[in-house]
């Protein structure tokens, strides 16, 4: 026999919402984590001033990091090099993989300007070395090269690799490895909320009808359906542990902070705060 579903009606599900107990601390927390992490180093300053939260990290190393990246993402992978090695030499020593790609950039960058010869004598001296050494590299590499195979990249297999997506994924790339040689997280603790919630979501459609969130851009809740019964107590231990690992709930006068910095929208701190009720229920 199935198990009916409980109703939590509206009525029940925003007093939950404003049952819960705020702690400005942790939610100036998350703020300035975001910050950090995703490199607003004058919205960081600010805030700090403003709120008394301080980063894990220096904000001076912000900026050059974010110079490191905006490097890569114009196409200017020899500056952004240097820029990583000036702020830690063992960044790129250590970690073949990112090295190799950004000198995969840099290939893509010089197919990109025309300059086959120049192109065809890099890869067989900088990347064909290492290919040798991993397997996994040849065959980014064969894909590369096979860049120079097409008159009209259009009809390329792996054209993409000249689309600016390609740039920003390397970019991404280099800021995660300075992050976590600063030992800080390489993302954002609110992308993981997000997905935290939508898990949520998923695990809580099968068990009750519930004011859930449809449409994620405006984190409008819609009404639930008319059944019954109780939640299953697993999944809530689940969230209840997950979310209180990671921060407290966010206070309300954070909208208007979080709007100011420009920072996210009203739709993911109200996504964040109904993640939260769900693991208080």
């Given at each position: 026999?199935?198990?009916?579903?409980?109703?939590?009606?509206?009525?029940?599900?925003?007093?939950?919402?404003?049952?819960?107990?705020?702690?400005?601390?942790?939610?100036?927390?998350?703020?300035?984590?975001?910050?950090?992490?995703?490199?607003?180093?004058?919205?960081?300053?600010?805030?700090?001033?403003?709120?008394?939260?301080?980063?894990?990290?220096?904000?001076?190393?912000?900026?050059?990091?974010?110079?490191?990246?905006?490097?890569?993402?114009?196409?200017?992978?020899?500056?952004?090099?240097?820029?990583?090695?000036?702020?830690?030499?063992?960044?790129?020593?250590?970690?073949?993989?990112?090295?190799?790609?950004?000198?995969?950039?840099?290939?893509?960058?010089?197919?990109?300007?025309?300059?086959?010869n120049e192109a065809l004598q890099f890869a067989q001296e900088e990347l064909a070395p290492r290919g040798e050494?991993?397997?996994?590299?040849?065959?980014?590499?064969?894909?590369?090269?096979?860049?120079?195979?097409?008159?009209?990249?259009?009809?390329?297999?792996?054209?993409?690799?000249?689309?600016?997506?390609?740039?920003?994924?390397?970019?991404?790339?280099?800021?995660?490895?300075?992050?976590?040689?600063?030992?800080?997280?390489?993302?954002?603790?609110?992308?993981?909320?997000?997905?935290?919630?939508?898990?949520?979501?998923?695990?809580?459609?099968?068990?009750?009808?519930?004011?859930?969130?449809?449409?994620?851009?405006?984190?409008?809740?819609?009404?639930?359906?008319?059944?019954?019964?109780?939640?299953?107590?697993?999944?809530?231990?689940?969230?209840?542990?997950?979310?209180?690992?990671?921060?407290?709930?966010?206070?309300?006068?954070?909208?208007?902070?979080?709007?100011?910095?420009k920072v996210v929208d009203y739709g993911i701190i109200s996504k964040i705060i109904m993640a939260q009720v769900?693991?208080?229920?």
């Amino acid at each position: 026999m199935a198990m009916s579903k409980k109703l939590i009606t509206r009525e029940e599900w925003e007093r939950k919402l404003n049952d819960v107990k705020i702690r400005k601390e942790d939610m100036n927390k998350l703020v300035m984590n975001f910050l950090v992490t995703e490199g607003y180093v004058d919205a960081a300053e600010k805030f700090q001033m403003e709120s008394g939260a301080e980063p894990d990290i220096d904000l001076a190393t912000i900026t050059d990091r974010m110079a490191a990246k905006k490097a890569v993402q114009c196409g200017n992978v020899e500056d952004a090099i240097e820029k990583v090695n000036d702020l830690n030499p063992e960044i790129l020593d250590t970690n073949p993989q990112l090295f190799f790609h950004l000198q995969q950039q840099r290939l893509i960058e010089l197919i990109r300007n025309g300059k086959v010869n120049e192109a065809l004598q890099f890869a067989q001296e900088e990347l064909a070395p290492r290919g040798e050494e991993d397997h996994s590299f040849l065959e980014e590499l064969e894909k590369t090269v096979a860049l120079l195979a097409f008159e009209d990249v259009s009809n390329c297999p792996v054209g993409d690799l000249l689309d600016i997506s390609q740039r920003l994924k390397t970019a991404s790339e280099v800021n995660a490895a300075i992050l976590t040689s600063q030992s800080h997280e390489k993302d954002p603790k609110l992308p993981s909320l997000l997905k935290m919630l939508l898990w949520a979501q998923n695990q809580l459609d099968e068990k009750a009808a519930y004011p859930r969130i449809k449409n994620l851009s405006t984190a409008m809740l819609e009404d639930p359906a008319a059944v019954s019964d109780l939640l299953d107590a697993t999944v809530l231990q689940f969230v209840r542990c997950s979310f209180s690992s990671i921060l407290n709930p966010c206070t309300v006068d954070m909208f208007t902070r979080f709007a100011f910095f420009k920072v996210v929208d009203y739709g993911i701190i109200s996504k964040i705060i109904m993640a939260q009720v769900i693991s208080r229920l």
